[in-house]
């Protein structure tokens, strides 16, 4: 029996942290007090014990004396177990934050005691103090989520909070934190959950972080652009989680937005009548820009019901055997089948009554500026377009002018040009490259002025035909399109030249030869089969390509894979260099590898299957017969085609597979 309680002695001496006993009857204080707390205060027993005085509460902080001495008076009143934390003061001087639990029991003789046990939470309270310091007063948002597929917000800090502007629940009312809690994706709009789930997935397998901007829904119905960091962590538990740091650059992203808008839509003012606002989100529709027509002019920029607008525009201008047509081309707008094609802006030519009630000839057509976002601008054809058109009416190739006259041009460019001197404002991509410049060379050309000899020198356009356009306010060059192998002809369409001379020019260019037609006879010679299902092959009537370049294959298999969607530089580094972050490096190398890619299929002479826009590319679906496109169309004669396997040379190919195994998903 004695070694039993010499070991329990022991025990309570070494084993359990700071053990020590209350009496509570009568003056409280401690009757036993174990090595171990003499240790981690650095006193000895006799420091500690007293029957007349509580000689403990002595080391206690004395700010926080009172608590603990209601603490000590609460366990003899009610003899109920309790936990406090609180601060003691180590004999050296230094702070020691602790968890005190003490369980209470009465003795036979009727003693009321009290054992108990503690525990040092000094690094933990000192990590939380650094915690509560940063949130405080760093102005970035801070929050933690799970690594789950619908993450689950684990911490926020207050100021994330105010960024997203979170109420305070109120009673009976719904808490919108506590949802988003559940699924960290109620705070991301619809469009961008697709791309932030992208991110996270490769934050999750490369293990490094990743910065960039991301738009997020506020509590009040508006949106916030946060930029910020993601990184994979391990929590205290040893569980992963994610982990964002964000600051808010709302009004500088909005800023910059107004500011592309403003000059997109003074260049667009110079070439078209008018130009009209359609919101899809909102379903609203406004006049941005109206000429001198008094008829739109009383509402400018006034937002109005996106249908019933229309509608009243159509039946009060729009000539009566055009108007049927023109419903169905907005009609199609409204459902969105324009966006889905993912082809060039969708155009339309009608007559309409002038304000000064003459029958004229107009062309519109839609240009995308965001998701939801449209513009729709119409102007009136000039005289000579309408007397060429009024002249081929009843020839038989009346269809093809009218496909002539309405077809979008390769791009838009505004000048200023003053005193022979050229400074671009704005310009597309195609159209940076049709003066024989990259983007990263047009930019700073942007800041600057350029004798219009050295602007238009690397364009194999003669300099008289650019001095032609200026002068006269139209002309048409010839091109070598590299990727039909001919000569093209476009048609550029320039604004009045004002008395100062110091106005900035606008140029539109027009395609003025039918390259849907050039590219339909490219297609038909050269046909292009693709093979998804095992290891990933082209054909080209038949014959295999033979891809000098690995990378070049990866990045045309991955076109494929997005099946007609456009591909950022980005997003396929992601693909082709998993382990390797977007920089400046891998987006040079990527730059090569898509140089390869459009060499090789220029070889072939299918260069039409693959189109780019302002550095985005994608597969044009329509020209090529790809056994993945059969086997989604759901037809019966490709019902049996998938056997299992995808893109077998690709790793990253292996969502799609999950896709096609799971019935259902796709």
């Not at 948002?141 to 207050?158: H, M």
Request: aromatic share 12%; with cysteine; net charge neutral.
């Amino acid at each position: 029996m004695k070694n039993n309680m010499d070991h329990m002695e022991k025990v309570l001496n070494r084993h359990i942290s700071g053990f020590h006993r209350y009496v509570l009857t009568g003056c409280p204080h401690l009757s036993f007090a174990s090595q171990n707390l003499c240790d981690m205060l650095g006193s000895t027993p006799g420091e500690l014990l007293s029957k007349e005085a509580d000689q403990y509460v002595s080391w206690v902080h004395p700010g926080d004396r009172d608590r603990y001495t209601d603490f000590i008076r609460d366990l003899s009143r009610d003899g109920q177990s309790r936990t406090l934390q609180y601060r003691m003061v180590r004999k050296n001087g230094e702070l020691l934050y602790v968890s005190d639990t003490v369980t209470v029991q009465r003795l036979a003789d009727g003693t009321l005691v009290g054992d108990s046990v503690l525990t040092d939470v000094t690094d933990l309270k000192k990590e939380n103090e650094n915690l509560k310091f940063l949130n405080e007063t760093v102005c970035c948002g801070f929050i933690k989520y799970t690594c789950e597929k619908q993450p689950k917000i684990t911490y926020v800090n207050d100021r994330l909070l105010q960024m997203l502007r979170f109420p305070s629940a109120n009673d009976g009312e719904s808490d919108y934190l506590a949802l988003c809690k559940e699924n960290l994706f109620l705070a991301i709009p619809m469009e961008e959950r697709r791309r932030f789930a992208h991110y996270l997935r490769r934050v999750y397998r490369q293990g490094t972080p990743m910065a960039g901007e991301m738009t997020f829904l506020r509590c009040d119905g508006t949106k916030a652009r946060l930029f910020g960091w993601v990184t994979r962590c391990v929590d205290e538990n040893g569980k992963e989680e994610f982990q964002s740091v964000c600051m808010d650059v709302t009004d500088r992203y909005q800023r910059k937005r107004e500011s592309e808008a403003k000059r997109y839509l003074k260049a667009l003012i110079d070439v078209y009548d008018k130009i009209f606002e359609y919101d899809l989100a909102d379903c609203t529709v406004k006049c941005l820009y109206a000429q001198k027509s008094a008829v739109f002019k009383w509402f400018e920029n006034i937002p109005m019901h996106m249908r019933e607008a229309t509608e009243k525009w159509i039946r009060d201008t729009v000539f009566e055997g055009d108007r049927d047509r023109v419903r169905a081309f907005f009609e199609d707008f409204y459902k969105k089948k324009f966006r889905e094609s993912d082809l060039q802006p969708p155009q339309i030519r009608y007559r309409a009554f002038s304000s000064d009630g003459e029958l004229r000839h107009y062309t519109g057509i839609f240009l995308k500026t965001d998701a939801s976002v449209s513009l729709f601008c119409c102007r009136r054809m000039v005289d000579t377009e309408e007397t060429d058109l009024l002249r081929n009416e009843n020839a038989s190739l009346k269809e093809n002018m009218q496909k002539l006259m309405t077809r979008f041009t390769d791009g838009i460019a505004a000048f200023e040009v003053i005193d022979n001197l050229v400074t671009p404002l704005y310009a597309s991509d195609n159209v940076c490259k049709f003066f024989g410049f990259t983007k990263e060379e047009w930019m700073p050309m942007m800041k600057q002025s350029t004798p219009l000899a050295d602007f238009v020198s690397r364009s194999r356009v003669a300099y008289e035909k650019f001095a032609e356009l200026l002068q006269n306010g139209e002309a048409e060059f010839t091109y070598f399109d590299l990727g039909m192998k001919a000569e093209r002809r476009i048609k550029a369409i320039c604004s009045q030249k004002s008395p100062a001379g110091a106005t900035p020019r606008y140029v539109m260019l027009y395609n003025v030869d039918d390259m849907k037609q050039g590219e339909e006879h490219n297609a038909e010679k050269c046909a292009v089969s693709i093979r998804t299902f095992g290891y990933f092959d082209v054909f080209v009537n038949g014959r295999a390509i033979a891809f000098r370049s690995e990378k070049a294959k990866e990045l045309f298999a991955l076109l494929v894979d997005r099946r007609g969607g456009y591909v950022s530089s980005e997003e396929a580094i992601s693909f082709l260099w998993e382990n390797e972050p977007v920089n400046a490096v891998t987006l040079a190398r990527y730059r090569k590898v898509a140089l390869r890619l459009k060499n090789i299929l220029e070889e072939y002479g299918i260069a039409h299957v693959v189109e780019s826009v302002d550095g985005k590319r994608r597969i044009v679906t329509d020209k090529v017969q790809c056994d993945l496109y059969d086997y989604l169309s759901g037809k019966e004669e490709y019902a049996q085609t998938f056997k299992g396997s995808y893109l077998s040379n690709y790793s990253w190919a292996e969502v799609t597979l999950g896709g096609l195994l799971n019935e259902g998903t796709y």
